[in-house]
């Protein structure tokens, strides 16, 4: 019954009703009495809702603020890139209900992924210090945070102008432009683009166990996992933008 009601309202809603509904999904969900009035939260007002809270824990993590480079990307530029993508309301839909699934799987994602990582010498060397070949714990704990949120970044991402700033952000921390800045880390100083775009292919193929752990559907856990897809192919085309010579991105 879950899933036909989402598939009814992804599929037959009003686009105007579609952004009324995305604007209430929970953008910042912190459990059940995230989002209720104050007088259903035991009667007094609630301090910041538990995933700003730990956003504002996880050093580095800037989105939104004056910290963060201005992607050269205009809105209506994006708009472009999305209908290149296929990107729709409907990704949307299906990428937040992939948000509440996701909520507490996120550490054995990052388990996964920084599994291959240290898997394969040529990635893991960006977390190793080129002088010594070890790992810089301090840069890659600090990374792995913002790696977690940048799972519910993806899931409830509002695509607006500090969103997209962001995604520029990230782009120039891969980069050499800005690569160890933010964490003062002693590793190598450049993320070569080939292997920023290829790994983001490893980031969505192993996700749909993930996805599908809470038992929705095949054709629902299929859709979240093409809206990831979409996503992920759209955010490393962003990010690969400080690559690219000026005027051929």
């Given at each position: 019954?879950?899933?036909?009601?989402?598939?009814?309202?992804?599929?037959?809603?009003?686009?105007?009703?579609?952004?009324?509904?995305?604007?209430?999904?929970?953008?910042?969900?912190?459990?059940?009495?995230?989002?209720?009035?104050?007088?259903?939260?035991?009667?007094?007002?609630?301090?910041?809702?538990?995933?700003?809270?730990?956003?504002?824990?996880?050093?580095?993590?800037?989105?939104?603020?004056?910290?963060?480079?201005?992607?050269?990307?205009?809105?209506?530029?994006?708009?472009?890139?999305?209908?290149?993508?296929?990107?729709?309301?409907?990704?949307?839909?299906?990428?937040?209900?992939?948000?509440?699934?996701?909520?507490d799987q996120v550490q054995d994602l990052l388990q996964v992924w920084r599994g291959i990582i240290f898997d394969h010498a040529h990635l893991r060397a960006y977390?190793?210090?080129?002088?010594?070949?070890?790992?810089?714990?301090?840069?890659?704990?600090?990374?792995?945070?913002?790696?977690?949120?940048?799972?519910?970044?993806?899931?409830?991402?509002?695509?607006?102008?500090?969103?997209?700033?962001?995604?520029?952000?990230?782009?120039?921390?891969?980069?050499?432009?800005?690569?160890?800045?933010?964490?003062?880390?002693?590793?190598?100083?450049?993320?070569?683009?080939?292997?920023?775009?290829?790994?983001?292919?490893?980031?969505?193929?192993?996700?749909?166990?993930?996805?599908?752990?809470?038992?929705?559907?095949?054709?629902?856990?299929?859709?979240?996992?093409?809206?990831?897809?979409?996503?992920?192919?759209?955010?490393?085309?962003?990010?690969?933008?400080?690559?690219?010579?000026?005027?051929?991105?």
């Amino acid at each position: 019954m879950e899933d036909q009601t989402l598939q009814r309202r992804a599929e037959k809603l009003d686009p105007r009703e579609q952004h009324h509904w995305l604007d209430e999904a929970p953008t910042a969900r912190a459990g059940p009495t995230a989002h209720r009035p104050v007088h259903q939260q035991g009667g007094r007002a609630m301090d910041a809702p538990r995933e700003q809270q730990h956003q504002q824990k996880i050093p580095g993590y800037d989105l939104g603020s004056d910290k963060v480079a201005k992607s050269p990307i205009s809105m209506e530029e994006w708009e472009e890139l999305k209908k290149s993508a296929l990107f729709s309301e409907e990704d949307i839909v299906y990428l937040r209900l992939s948000g509440e699934i996701l909520e507490d799987q996120v550490q054995d994602l990052l388990q996964v992924w920084r599994g291959i990582i240290f898997d394969h010498a040529h990635l893991r060397a960006y977390d190793e210090d080129p002088q010594t070949h070890k790992v810089d714990t301090e840069y890659a704990s600090a990374v792995a945070k913002r790696f977690g949120q940048w799972i519910h970044d993806t899931a409830r991402a509002k695509y607006d102008k500090a969103w997209l700033d962001y995604q520029y952000e990230i782009g120039l921390r891969h980069h050499r432009t800005k690569k160890n800045k933010t964490d003062n880390g002693h590793t190598l100083g450049h993320i070569r683009a080939r292997d920023l775009l290829a790994f983001s292919a490893s980031i969505v193929a192993t996700m749909k166990p993930f996805l599908a752990k809470k038992g929705h559907s095949p054709e629902v856990v299929n859709r979240m996992y093409d809206a990831w897809w979409k996503s992920m192919i759209l955010q490393a085309t962003l990010w690969v933008q400080p690559y690219v010579r000026e005027g051929d991105f």
